[in-house]
């Protein structure tokens, strides 16, 4: 509790709307008194005496301490790395005494030990405070009522300091357990104990211990479905453990797109079991249900974003078998023209001037037979196979459409476009290593005409002194260098953009494989028909059809005349507290957030693809490196291979 400049106290007092309609019974209020004058009231209980509802209690809270243990003891990851804890909550007390306008007060032992006590009455349908007692002495003050909806019948509907958080590679802020000092209670810490609120409702209306905090039965243990499923899931580990400790597996994962993809579905297939043991199967706390929410959306959009996958991989495949011929004469024809046609032109409009650049007739005529020698080498030896192979590659991709889904057959597209470029590859890589070393050279021989070299042991340049014939023989190659300089980068900046646009081609492979594994058809999906599944933070509603719930102070002396046709309520009865009244209202998640995966994606992309490291490397002449993948993203202990050719 606080006070303010008149040293009057003022109560946080956090009041279930279920609360405000008329009352049949009266009963004592049960809830939770948290440090700073703050009470969280959960319900009534009207069916039993203070010492058995104090025994009621307990067992909740024994039975909560059990439900903490076994959600950290097994079925959280977080819990598995150490990455957080939570300790168990304070248990919950018998708070006030709520009841009719005429009726008496409950029995004075309760009443008067309490740390905190609210007397609280209904008339009608409004609710007003007669009193707060602290340690048994009435205390002047004020009330800020905050209602809450305790969502009993739908569980999965709670309140969120912050935006839960949907990505599951990360702690949830909402788990991390905070530095709160002694004596502090924060909204999170409040929250915990408001979506606790409806477990304690069920349990003191049901009476039951037995099922509270109790897992349900595991399904991964007991259908034969989930047995199957799990030992297949077990034989599919121990085979990818194996395959990724051999030289060729890991090798497969980082340059193949396929071993990439079959890597991510068989990790995906292992996770979701995981998913469904912590959305389904096992029991959790109120303040653990928007960990939960997450794990359960995880789960079914793991489930339709296969479906998905799947589906529109049938539908490809099959046109894919049925016209495989076709498809293979078209893509043979599409590849002859682009990789081996285009290019032998292009070389055969450098040997000419081109655009009025004139270039060493010499050097220029050189490259030229050498990069034609290296095309037709490419057209005899490594085309005609691929070609003949073609047909069996278009049959291979419908079938792994049928398998595998869409995103298997954009991954053998992705490996079969760097086999068909290999050759541009293989040019990219002569043209910058010829570049690179005349660039280095012409700046080697502008430092000795600056009187500098190179110090290698120190990695820095120096001054030196150098004689006649060095600086003669160093003046006849500096300007041989750069009067061939021109044709170099010519043919340089030819193969340099035709390796980027296969970068670009295959990375634009890599975000359609990235929308396809990390569709969020089912985040949007739910959000648009549940908004209050996704919490994402809450906000106060001052509203007066809210505030004439509660009943407005009364402050009227002894022997004031009361006109009962105003005011029908008796004076003894009139609330003596000054109340505010504010609703609390969960704010829904953005649908913008639930597009985090895509944003990360493209946060990958960029680094990768938009880098100023490629920027560089083209301008000095260094190899552009492979770029990671894209398609890791969301699978927890997963770290993205370095890339593909």
Aim: glycine letters at 8%.
């Amino acid at each position: 509790m606080s006070t303010d400049d008149r040293y009057e106290y003022i109560f946080r007092i956090f009041w279930p709307e279920h609360l405000c309609r008329p009352l049949t019974e009266s009963g004592y209020l049960v809830g939770w008194i948290l440090p700073g004058g703050a009470v969280v009231v959960a319900c009534k209980a009207s069916f039993a005496n203070a010492v058995q509802i104090n025994g009621y209690l307990d067992a909740f809270y024994q039975q909560d301490i059990a439900s903490l243990g076994n959600s950290l003891g097994h079925g959280s990851e977080s819990s598995a790395s150490g990455s957080w804890t939570k300790k168990p909550m304070t248990s919950p007390v018998i708070v006030g005494y709520l009841s009719r306008e005429g009726e008496g007060l409950c029995e004075p032992g309760p009443r008067e030990e309490s740390e905190l006590w609210i007397d609280v009455f209904t008339a009608r349908t409004q609710v007003g405070i007669r009193e707060v007692l602290v340690h048994g002495m009435t205390v002047p003050g004020r009330a800020i009522v905050t209602l809450y909806d305790e969502s009993i019948e739908r569980p999965w509907h709670v309140y969120a300091a912050a935006p839960i958080n949907l990505d599951l590679t990360a702690p949830d802020p909402l788990q991390t357990q905070s530095n709160v000092k002694d004596g502090e209670t924060t909204l999170p810490h409040i929250i915990d104990y408001v979506n606790t609120a409806s477990q304690l409702y069920t349990y003191v209306h049901s009476g039951d211990t037995s099922k509270l905090g109790e897992d349900t039965e595991d399904l991964t243990q007991s259908g034969l479905f989930w047995r199957i499923w799990t030992c297949i899931l077990e034989i599919m580990t121990q085979a990818l453990r194996a395959a990724e400790t051999s030289t060729f597996g890991e090798r497969a994962k980082r340059f193949s797109a396929v071993g990439q993809q079959l890597d991510l579905v068989v990790r995906r297939n292992m996770y979701v079991v995981n998913q469904w043991r912590t959305g389904h199967c096992t029991r959790r706390a109120g303040r653990e249900q928007a960990r939960c929410n997450a794990q359960y959306a995880g789960f079914w959009n793991s489930v339709w974003v296969t479906c998905v996958d799947v589906v529109l991989g049938c539908v490809a495949g099959v046109w894919l078998i049925m016209n495989a011929q076709s498809v293979a004469d078209a893509a043979a024809h599409e590849l002859k023209q682009h990789t081996v046609t285009s290019l032998e032109q292009t070389i055969v409009w450098l040997r000419g001037w081109p655009a009025g650049l004139k270039l060493n007739n010499g050097l220029d005529g050189f490259l030229a037979e050498l990069f034609l020698w290296l095309i037709h080498f490419w057209t005899v030896v490594f085309q005609p196979q691929l070609t003949r192979h073609l047909r069996v590659v278009v049959a291979a991709a419908g079938w792994a459409g049928l398998v595998g889904g869409c995103s298997m057959q954009l991954a053998v597209l992705s490996d079969t476009l760097a086999l068909a470029t290999l050759h541009t590859y293989w040019f990219y890589m002569v043209a910058t290593r010829i570049f690179h070393w005349q660039l280095v050279t012409l700046y080697s021989l502008f430092n000795l005409f600056r009187g500098r070299k190179l110090n290698v042991l120190r990695c820095r340049i120096d001054s030196c002194d150098y004689d006649l014939g060095q600086l003669l023989i160093g003046t006849i190659l500096f300007t041989l260098l750069t009067y061939l300089f021109p044709t170099v980068l010519v043919y340089y900046l030819t193969f340099a953009s035709r390796r980027l646009a296969v970068i670009m081609a295959q990375g634009l492979l890599e975000i359609l494989l990235g929308l396809l594994n990390h569709c969020p058809v089912f985040y949007l999906a739910l959000r648009l028909r549940d908004p209050r599944f996704f919490p994402s933070g809450v906000w106060y509603d001052i509203a007066p059809s809210r505030a004439d719930r509660f009943i407005e102070p009364g402050w009227h002396l002894p022997g004031t005349p009361v006109h009962l046709s105003r005011d029908p309520i008796p004076l003894a009865a009139r609330s003596r507290m000054n109340v505010t009244v504010v609703y609390m209202r969960s704010t829904p998640m953005p649908l913008s957030a639930m597009l985090f995966q895509y944003y990360q994606l493209w946060i990958q992309f960029s680094a990768s693809y938009l880098s100023q490291g490629i920027l560089r490397s083209l301008v000095v002449g260094d190899v552009i490196r492979p770029v990671q993948r894209l398609q890791h993203t969301m699978i927890p202990g997963l770290a993205p291979p370095s890339a593909n050719l």
